[in-house]
C-alpha cells in the first residue's frame, strides 16, 4: 500500500477519484486550492485506490495522506 500525501496545506478543491478506481501515473488524484489558486495531486504511481481520506471542502496540511492505494 502507498500513501499519496498533501504537497503543501490548503483546502480540498475537487476529489477525481473513487475508491476501487485503477489510477494511473501522473493522474490527477485531487485538486487542491490554496491563495486561490489550484493545484493538482498526481498519483505518483500506478495502481487502485483503496481510501479516501480527504473530501472536498476539507482543509488539509503538507503531509497529510489523501488518498492510499495499492
Known amino acids: 500500500m502507498k500513501n499519496l500525501e498533501s504537497t503543501m496545506a490548503g483546502t480540498v478543491f475537487t476529489v477525481n ?5 485503477e489510477v494511473a501515473a501522473g ?4 485538486v487542491l ?19 479516501i481520506n480527504a473530501n472536498e471542502g476539507d482543509f488539509v496540511n503538507e503531509g497529510d495522506v489523501l488518498v492510499t492505494f495499492e
Do not use: N
Not at 490554496?34 to 485506490?49: D, L, Q, V, Y
Open 17 to 21: 477519484v473513487a475508491i476501487g478506481e
Open 33 to 51: 486550492e490554496s491563495m486561490k489558486m489550484e493545484i493538482p495531486i498526481e498519483a505518483e504511481t500506478a495502481g487502485k485506490i483503496v481510501t
Open 27 to 30: 493522474q490527477v488524484v485531487m
